[in-house]
């Protein structure tokens, strides 16, 4: 299945163009998105209209949290939706542009088959479109121990190496602690993790939640 995710705004022709992916490749499946909408509701809902004359089967999603980290989160379960057969194509060029980078940050962190398609707009009077498609970055890959660090980190703020060790193994802690001091120094390499030197403590960053399990 081919299913196009669509941030959108007030105009349809970034999409709808003959160039343009959704016209090129073809679609199975329609995914707006936009927030909650006020006063641009109407013009939204004229570029909805646009969509609808493709004919193909849509749905709309809003956008519900309030926060950049969270919007990630909401996208990341989108494209777990979908199988990993399914092609999907992720638009990046139309909408509220806070939405088309977090749909780019979130496609860091979902395995699915996703294409990224970025777009130049050229001319005012008359529009025309480059459109590109590429596969997302992948963020770094954390090993099993890293993963178990970072969790104990995450479960408690402000943590002790000593702290941490314990929790680890509270019968003998100071044969674990160079080896989780070590994850510990590449977890704050890959800013997961934040060390405050005036009471040695470390605490899990606001990303460090997307790379849970």
């Known amino acids: 299945m081919r299913i196009h995710i669509l941030p959108v705004g007030f105009d349809a022709s970034v999409f709808t163009h003959s160039a343009g992916p959704l016209v090129k490749f073809g679609a199975d499946k329609l995914i707006t998105i936009h927030t909650p909408m006020g006063e641009e509701k109407e013009k939204v809902e004229k570029t909805l209209n646009e969509l609808k004359k493709l004919q193909v089967p849509t749905e709309h999603v809003t956008v519900e949290s309030k926060t950049f980290i969270g919007i990630v989160q909401e996208f990341i379960r989108l494209f777990n939706r979908f199988g990993e057969s399914d092609e999907i194509f992720v638009h990046i060029g139309g909408g509220q542009r806070h939405l088309g980078v977090a749909l780019v940050y979130a496609s860091f962190f979902s395995k699915r088959n996703i294409k990224l398609i970025p777009v130049l707009e050229y001319g005012s009077a008359t529009k025309s479109y480059e459109y590109a498609v590429i596969p997302p970055l992948s963020p770094v890959e954390l090993t099993d121990p890293q993963k178990r660090i970072l969790k104990l980190v995450a ?7 000593r702290d941490l060790a314990v929790r680890q193994n509270s019968i003998d802690p100071e044969t674990v602690a160079p080896g989780i001091l070590r994850h510990l120094r ?11 030197p005036a009471t040695k403590t470390y605490t899990a960053t606001e990303i460090a939640g997307l790379f849970s399990d």
């Open 155 to 161: 479960e408690k703020e402000g943590q002790t190496l």
């Open 186 to 196: 590449n977890l704050i390499e890959y800013h997961l993790v934040s060390f405050d």
